[in-house]
């Protein structure tokens, strides 16, 4: 960065070295263009939560307080040490940027803690003036991002592992989503009578992984929630609608704003126009009543959503819907770290390479003990794969990465591969992603659902079923866990394990939380 000097004769030129020591060339471009740019302001004071975190857990264990009550302890201390630090350090820019909204010079601004940072919509003039501040950090351009393109094969067949009943629904759904689900099980129960078949309601994937052994020991995620950062969530639809943690145990709608976040639209119910929410959100805890539909890794646990896509979306949105995440916000503006998820699903992500601008998110989630899961991402026509083409925030050392595998545990041609720029091996784990069947809008079910999007969620799902097992598990501990107890994959191309194509391999369920009540 270059030194600013402090002889007015210098001034006008070390202010100008500042200012593009401190803002993007990119977004001095899209001046040229508009005069009106959206940016975000990140200021130099950002709080280590990684260590306030350590300091609370030692904090906790020296009172010896329960295991629940120590991960509740340290989430708070890690909220408001992030709370504390932007009141203390933002309200001058504050003041400036509420003087420029009454001149027409800001159209508009947002505050966030989790990032002590502004998303701020203004004029050139005022963006120099920002970085002239020796508060600001970094003025960077809110970039677009865009969901995990998912290809959707409506022929697909599932083979092998899942039965002719359980075909009957897939193909029912898939061919005709209009029909009623009432309908599809009617007909699909006639057809299993006249061929004296037991319908298998679980599907191959959930099977896969082992996850209804470990409902058989009465772990099903009861008590844990999931989260997704997605395209919303249908919450009416039959496999879901019992899990939302907005409704009560007689089914009506309470405080729906501490269980869900629209930072798109502003809806004030769970909506889901695009349908990858809802399908990422059934693979991790979907079920329906009639016990037809098993779509689910932990089916008892509950669930609650942030829409941040509508399909594509921007940096200051997906800051605003991870904050949210660590903390739901009421009616009256309080936050609640409390109610913040056990589990985060991210089944998005951008380019290859080092790209850090999610990664004091991702390190506040895990410091306030909630599980970081992204999925390793898509191949693309920009990123075609091979080393070193996991997505960020992936290939973050702070996310728990998520690659996809077909019915034969080899990994699908489009789930990208490590290493992580960091070195690391990534992703660190597979899961099925390649036709897989879950909830999508309309109160129906789909397959022939490909992406990594469709794998992460089996992750997630999980995590849930460990923390149910053991609750004291911390983020750490539960990646150690699901890494160690993952079937090892290899191919020709990836001859040991770990290896950056599989990670430490499939995950299984049964062992892993085996490993956690032995």
Do not use: C
Request: hydrophobic share 35%; aromatic share 6%.
């Amino acid at each position: 960065m270059s030194p600013v000097y402090g002889d007015s004769r210098t001034t006008s030129s070390a202010g100008a070295s500042t200012i593009s020591a401190k803002v993007s060339a990119k977004l001095n471009q899209q001046f040229s263009t508009s005069e009106y740019v959206t940016y975000l302001v990140k200021l130099k004071d950002q709080v280590d939560t990684e260590s306030v975190a350590k300091h609370a857990f030692q904090k906790a264990s020296a009172e010896q307080i329960s295991p629940a009550a120590a991960k509740l302890s340290v989430r708070k201390t890690v909220v408001n040490s992030l709370m504390d630090t932007a009141e203390k350090t933002q309200p001058s820019v504050e003041e400036y940027l509420k003087k420029e909204v009454n001149n027409g010079n800001v159209k508009k601004y947002k505050s966030y803690f989790i990032v002590n940072a502004f998303a701020v919509t203004s004029t050139k003039e005022v963006m120099d003036n920002l970085a002239t501040l020796p508060e600001i950090d970094k003025i960077l351009p809110d970039e677009k991002r865009e969901l995990q393109k998912v290809e959707i094969d409506k022929d697909a067949q599932s083979v092998g592992e899942q039965s002719t009943a359980n075909q009957a629904v897939a193909d029912q759904t898939a061919v005709e989503p209009a029909v009623t689900e009432e309908n599809a099980q009617k007909s699909v129960q006639e057809s299993v009578y006249k061929d004296a078949v037991t319908p298998s309601r679980v599907e191959w994937n959930i099977s896969k992984i082992k996850a209804p052994q470990v409902w058989a020991k009465g772990i099903d995620g009861k008590g844990i929630v999931v989260a997704n950062l997605d395209t919303g969530v249908e919450y009416t639809h039959p496999a879901l609608k019992r899990k939302w943690r907005g409704l009560n145990a007689s089914g009506q709608v309470v405080n729906p704003e501490l269980s869900w976040y629209d930072a798109v639209n502003g809806a004030s119910l769970p909506t889901d126009s695009n349908g990858h929410g809802t399908h990422t959100m059934g693979t991790s805890v979907g079920s329906d009543s009639n016990g037809t539909n098993e779509i689910g890794v932990a089916p008892g646990a509950k669930w609650i959503a942030v829409r941040v896509f509508n399909p594509d979306t921007t940096d200051s949105i997906l800051l605003d819907g991870g904050q949210w995440i660590l903390a739901p916000v009421d009616k009256n503006g309080k936050k609640h770290p409390e109610l913040a998820p056990d589990v985060v699903n991210n089944s998005w992500g951008g380019g290859p390479g080092l790209d850090e601008w999610y990664r004091p998110v991702t390190k506040a989630w895990r410091a306030a003990q909630i599980f970081p899961e992204f999925s390793a991402g898509n191949t693309t026509l920009s990123n075609p794969g091979g080393p070193g083409s996991v997505a960020n925030p992936a290939n973050l050392p702070e996310a728990y990465a998520t690659g996809a595998t077909d019915i034969n545990n080899k990994l699908a041609s489009f789930s990208l591969r490590g290493p992580s720029p960091y070195g690391e091996v990534k992703p660190e784990i597979s899961a099925p992603g390649v036709n897989i069947r879950s909830s999508v809008p309309g109160g129906v079910y789909e397959g022939g659902w490909n992406g990594t999007s469709m794998a992460g969620p089996h992750t997630a799902g999980l995590a849930a079923l460990l923390l149910q097992a053991k609750p004291s598990l911390t983020v750490d501990q539960l990646e150690d866990v699901i890494s160690k107890t993952a079937t090892p994959l290899t191919d020709s191309q990836y001859r040991t394990s770990p290896n950056n194509g599989y990670g430490y391999g499939l995950i299984d369920a049964l062992a892993a939380v085996n490993s956690v009540l032995n």
